[in-house]
Every structure is written in structure tokens, then in C-alpha cells.
């Protein structure tokens, strides 16, 4: 009797009208399920949302990272020039293809200057001197910031969990550290009191090892930015304790959950970069976030101690294993894209750039320094269209006419002037002339009625006549 209820029933709830064949393997999978409530944490993977005024600042600099090469390569070269018929052959160990090289370079004729010599008629290739000038201004700007580079070295080995950090690593992110390229020479060995430079025993590897450390420079530059945001605007001492400036990119979709994750997220306290971890317990829950917030605040002072305030992920992963830096770097630093932001632009996808968002506004950094300045100068030279270098050349033929037409004109007055005085001269050696021929025939007719008183004055005149010739 059950089986028979049971089959009646299930009869009952039976559609009456059939389910298409094409639908019944999709409903099929379908399970009644109820809705999930949402986290309130970071999500582990997020997708990145481009924001292209750090995109167009890397493209300009792939242009400036190629004209730099051929600077090197003019610059290497006697008397730094390089003849024209040399640069598709050199070109080609820059990663240059065959007469592409050539058509680069008149890209850019604010930094380029194609001449032809006057001896051999040959064409060369040289730098401007506006280009010349950037490269002394950056010169000089990298040496007067020595003393600020040393401090930003020693704070970054102050990070590292055992005061020091290999050369190499050290060596490959000279650039963006501010640090010349003798650093070895001219910071490490010139400042015993700070450095000490030694080779490991187990790795054979040169290492840079902090002399003492100096607790003054153990402040974070994000303390410094909430200690300026408190004084200035006010805001409560516990909400920004433990947070940082946070700006999303344009696009970026803010949810309510994500919304209340971040805010849960910046009040969890962490320990400073500088503050040595190896004494606490790091097998708790609690413990593991404020490691991971740690991260975060070690790669926002890595930043911090850039001259551009932007690194490559690459050169990051470098100072990993010093630092206590997760694994999964590009997965971690886009979960928090209001304060990092990762480019792909200008490396052609093999490297990702890594800017500091609260360092920058509108393409341009908010506390520019000397050195930023002058490398931002070669950027400016190669945006400046080619027009404008032709439209300079014309200014300069022109002033040359105006200075030869003034010549001409100098000339031709001179020639006119030199032509009167000749005339004026003539026609006084004429009046002369005609004078002297006067008084030869006065004395010619009236030498019959001289006597002797005349002949005296006679011989007098010729005296003072010969005299006067004399």
C-alpha cells in the first residue's frame, strides 16, 4: 500500500507539459541551495583594474630606457660621436632589427643631432647640447644626494631580518636607490662607521652588513604620514593608528562587504618593518595578520626609499627571504590596489612596475627631489615633437640671415665710406695740384722785376718748402 501512495504522489507533482531534451542536462545540475552570506575579509584573488596615468608614465619611460642605450652607446664611443653607417651594425646588440635603428633616432632630434663632417663628408651622429646638459645636471644631482642615498641604505638594511643584504641584490636596484655605480667604492667602503662589506664562508657571496643601528632612523615614512594627517585634518588618533592612505584606481568596484573588509583590515595592528620579529610566536591566527600587514607595510617603505617611489616586482623579490615577504607577490600586492599599483606597460609584459599611489598625482610625484627632476628632463626632451626641433632650426637659419644681411650692410657702408673719403682725397690732391701750378706760373712771370730783398724771401720759401717736403 505505501508503494502504491508513493508512486500516486510522485504521479500528482509531475509537469504536466514535458521538459525539452536541450534543457533537462542543464537543470539536471541545478540543486536548491540557500544563499551564502558574504566574507568580510580581503579576498585572496582579485583582478586588476588598470589605471592609466601610471600606464602612459611607463610608456614614456620605455622610450626613455631605449634612448638612454644609445646615449651609452654614442657616449662609449671616440670623441662621442658615431658615424651613421656603424649604427645599424651596433644597433643591433641594443635588440634593434635591421635600419630600424636609423629611423629611431630621428625620432627624437632634440636628443640626436645628424651632421656631416666638414673633412671626411662623412654623416655622424651625436647628442645635443641640450642633452649633453641633462646628463651633467643628473651628474651632479646624483652626487649632492649621496649623503641622503647612505641614509636610505642603511634604513634599508636595518629591514632585513639579520642587518644585512647581498651586494648583488643591492647592485641591481642602484638606480632606483639613488646610489651611483661605484656605490661599492664611493658609499660602502668610503663609510667604515656605517658598512661593512665581507664575503660568506658557506655562499662565497658579498654581503653588506650594517655597522650598529640607529633607532632615529627606525620611522616608518607612513608614521610620518599619519602623524601630518592627525595634526592637519584632525582625525581620530585610533581610526588611523595602524592604517594607510588608501586610493582606489578609477573603475575599481567597492562593494559593502569590501567596503566593511578594508575598514576591519586597517585596524589590525602589526609590527614595524624595523622591529625584529624572531622572539614572538608566529603560529596564530592573529599573528599570521599582522605578519601579512607587515608585509605590506615593508614593501610601502621599500617604496618609500625610491627616488621615483616605484620598483620592479621582480627587484622586490629579491629582498624576499630578507624580509619576510609572502611568496605569491603579484597575487598580494592586488589585494590591496589602493595603495600599490602594478604596471605592465613599458617592459613589453616581462616586468611589472610597482608604484606607490599616495606618491603620486597626476602622473607626476607630489615631493619631487633634484634627481627626479633631472631624469624627468630626458622624458621632456624626447615628448617634444619633431616640428618643434625643425621650427628651432628655422629660428637659428634665420637669426644667421639677420646677421648675415647685417654684415652685407655693414660691408656695403664700409665700402661706400672707403669710396667717398677715396674721392674726397683725390680731389684734394687736385686742389693742390692745381695750387702748386698757380704759384709756379706767378713766380715764372714775375722773375724779371725781382731784386735782391725778393730774392732773399725767394730763398727763404724754398728753404721752408724743402723743409716742409723733407
Given at each position: 500500500?505505501?508503494i502504491?501512495?508513493l508512486?500516486?504522489?510522485t504521479?500528482a507533482f509531475r509537469?504536466?507539459?514535458?521538459i525539452p531534451?536541450?534543457l533537462q542536462?542543464?537543470l539536471?545540475n541545478?540543486?536548491?541551495?540557500?544563499?551564502?552570506?558574504?566574507?568580510?575579509?580581503?579576498?585572496?584573488?582579485?583582478q586588476?583594474?588598470?589605471?592609466?596615468?601610471?600606464?602612459?608614465?611607463m610608456?614614456v619611460?620605455?622610450?626613455?630606457r631605449?634612448v638612454?642605450?644609445?646615449q651609452d652607446?654614442?657616449?662609449?664611443?671616440?670623441?662621442h660621436t658615431l658615424?651613421i653607417?656603424r649604427l645599424?651594425?651596433?644597433?643591433?646588440r641594443?635588440?634593434?632589427?635591421?635600419h630600424?635603428a636609423?629611423a629611431?633616432?630621428?625620432?627624437f632630434?632634440?636628443?640626436f643631432?645628424i651632421?656631416?663632417?666638414?673633412v671626411?663628408?662623412i654623416?655622424?651622429?651625436?647628442l645635443?647640447?641640450r642633452?649633453?646638459l641633462q646628463?651633467q645636471?643628473?651628474k651632479?644631482a646624483l652626487?649632492?644626494q649621496?649623503?641622503?642615498?647612505v641614509?636610505r641604505?642603511r634604513?634599508?638594511?636595518m629591514?632585513s631580518n639579520?642587518?644585512?643584504?647581498?651586494?648583488?641584490h643591492?647592485?641591481?636596484?642602484r638606480k632606483?636607490l639613488?646610489?651611483?655605480d661605484?656605490?661599492e667604492?664611493?658609499?660602502i667602503l668610503k663609510?667604515?662607521?656605517?658598512?661593512r662589506?665581507?664575503d660568506?664562508?658557506?655562499t662565497?657571496?658579498k654581503?653588506?652588513?650594517?655597522?650598529?643601528?640607529?633607532?632615529?632612523?627606525?620611522?616608518?615614512?607612513?608614521e610620518?604620514a599619519?602623524?601630518?594627517e592627525?595634526?592637519?585634518?584632525?582625525?581620530d588618533a585610533?581610526d588611523?593608528r595602524?592604517?594607510?592612505i588608501?586610493?582606489?584606481p578609477p573603475g575599481?568596484k567597492?562593494?559593502?562587504?569590501?567596503?566593511?573588509?578594508v575598514?576591519?583590515w586597517q585596524?589590525?595592528?602589526y609590527?614595524?618593518?624595523?622591529?625584529?620579529?624572531?622572539?614572538y610566536?608566529?603560529?596564530s591566527l592573529e599573528?599570521?595578520?599582522?605578519?601579512?600587514k607587515?608585509?605590506v607595510?615593508t614593501?610601502?617603505?621599500?617604496?618609500?626609499?625610491?627616488?621615483e617611489?616605484?620598483?620592479t616586482l621582480?627587484?622586490?623579490?629579491?629582498f624576499?627571504?630578507?624580509?619576510?615577504?609572502?611568496?605569491?607577490?603579484k597575487?598580494?600586492?592586488l589585494q590591496h590596489?589602493g595603495?600599490?599599483?602594478i604596471?605592465?606597460r613599458g617592459?613589453l609584459?616581462k616586468l611589472h612596475?610597482?608604484?606607490?599611489r599616495?606618491?603620486y598625482k597626476?602622473?607626476?610625484?607630489v615631493?619631487p627631489n633634484?634627481?627626479?627632476?633631472a631624469?624627468?628632463q630626458l622624458?621632456?626632451l624626447?615628448?617634444?615633437?619633431?616640428r618643434?626641433?625643425?621650427?628651432d632650426?628655422?629660428?637659428?637659419?634665420?637669426?644667421?640671415?639677420r646677421?648675415d644681411?647685417?654684415?652685407?650692410r655693414?660691408?656695403?657702408?664700409f665700402v661706400e665710406n672707403?669710396?667717398?673719403?677715396?674721392a674726397v682725397?683725390e680731389n684734394?690732391k687736385k686742389d693742390?695740384e692745381?695750387?702748386?701750378?698757380l704759384?709756379s706760373d706767378?713766380?715764372?712771370d714775375?722773375?724779371s722785376?725781382y731784386?735782391d730783398?725778393?730774392d732773399?724771401?725767394?730763398?727763404?720759401?724754398d728753404?721752408?718748402?724743402?723743409?716742409v717736403t723733407e
Amino acid at each position: 500500500m505505501l508503494i502504491i501512495l508513493l508512486s500516486k504522489t510522485t504521479k500528482a507533482f509531475r509537469p504536466k507539459t514535458p521538459i525539452p531534451k536541450t534543457l533537462q542536462p542543464l537543470l539536471s545540475n541545478v540543486t536548491p541551495t540557500r544563499p551564502m552570506s558574504q566574507s568580510t575579509s580581503i579576498p585572496k584573488k582579485l583582478q586588476r583594474v588598470r589605471d592609466h596615468g601610471y600606464d602612459n608614465y611607463m610608456e614614456v619611460e620605455k622610450k626613455t630606457r631605449k634612448v638612454l642605450k644609445f646615449q651609452d652607446l654614442i657616449l662609449s664611443q671616440l670623441n662621442h660621436t658615431l658615424p651613421i653607417s656603424r649604427l645599424d651594425l651596433l644597433s643591433r646588440r641594443l635588440g634593434f632589427k635591421q635600419h630600424e635603428a636609423g629611423a629611431f633616432v630621428l625620432k627624437f632630434p632634440h636628443v640626436f643631432e645628424i651632421y656631416e663632417h666638414p673633412v671626411q663628408r662623412i654623416l655622424y651622429i651625436r647628442l645635443t647640447r641640450r642633452a649633453i646638459l641633462q646628463i651633467q645636471q643628473e651628474k651632479q644631482a646624483l652626487i649632492a644626494q649621496v649623503p641622503d642615498a647612505v641614509t636610505r641604505l642603511r634604513k634599508l638594511i636595518m629591514m632585513s631580518n639579520t642587518g644585512r643584504l647581498r651586494l648583488e641584490h643591492v647592485r641591481i636596484a642602484r638606480k632606483e636607490l639613488g646610489l651611483p655605480d661605484d656605490f661599492e667604492y664611493s658609499v660602502i667602503l668610503k663609510y667604515p662607521q656605517f658598512f661593512r662589506l665581507f664575503d660568506a664562508k658557506e655562499t662565497r657571496n658579498k654581503y653588506i652588513e650594517i655597522v650598529e643601528r640607529d633607532e632615529s632612523l627606525a620611522v616608518c615614512a607612513i608614521e610620518r604620514a599619519r602623524e601630518k594627517e592627525y595634526r592637519e585634518k584632525g582625525v581620530d588618533a585610533e581610526d588611523i593608528r595602524f592604517s594607510f592612505i588608501v586610493n582606489f584606481p578609477p573603475g575599481f568596484k567597492i562593494g559593502k562587504y569590501y567596503r566593511i573588509a578594508v575598514w576591519k583590515w586597517q585596524r589590525v595592528p602589526y609590527w614595524s618593518p624595523y622591529e625584529d620579529v624572531s622572539g614572538y610566536d608566529l603560529r596564530s591566527l592573529e599573528a599570521q595578520k599582522r605578519m601579512e600587514k607587515r608585509a605590506v607595510a615593508t614593501i610601502h617603505e621599500l617604496l618609500s626609499l625610491t627616488v621615483e617611489k616605484k620598483i620592479t616586482l621582480e627587484r622586490i623579490a629579491h629582498f624576499r627571504m630578507a624580509m619576510n615577504l609572502p611568496k605569491r607577490l603579484k597575487e598580494f600586492l592586488l589585494q590591496h590596489q589602493g595603495i600599490f599599483y602594478i604596471s605592465t606597460r613599458g617592459n613589453l609584459g616581462k616586468l611589472h612596475t610597482v608604484f606607490l599611489r599616495e606618491a603620486y598625482k597626476r602622473g607626476e610625484l607630489v615631493e619631487p627631489n633634484d634627481l627626479y627632476m633631472a631624469r624627468r628632463q630626458l622624458a621632456d626632451l624626447v615628448l617634444l615633437s619633431p616640428r618643434k626641433a625643425k621650427v628651432d632650426r628655422e629660428l637659428v637659419n634665420y637669426r644667421r640671415d639677420r646677421e648675415d644681411d647685417e654684415m652685407v650692410r655693414v660691408r656695403g657702408e664700409f665700402v661706400e665710406n672707403g669710396s667717398q673719403s677715396f674721392a674726397v682725397g683725390e680731389n684734394v690732391k687736385k686742389d693742390r695740384e692745381e695750387e702748386d701750378e698757380l704759384d709756379s706760373d706767378i713766380i715764372s712771370d714775375a722773375g724779371s722785376d725781382y731784386s735782391d730783398e725778393d730774392d732773399d724771401c725767394l730763398e727763404t720759401l724754398d728753404a721752408e718748402d724743402v723743409h716742409v717736403t723733407e
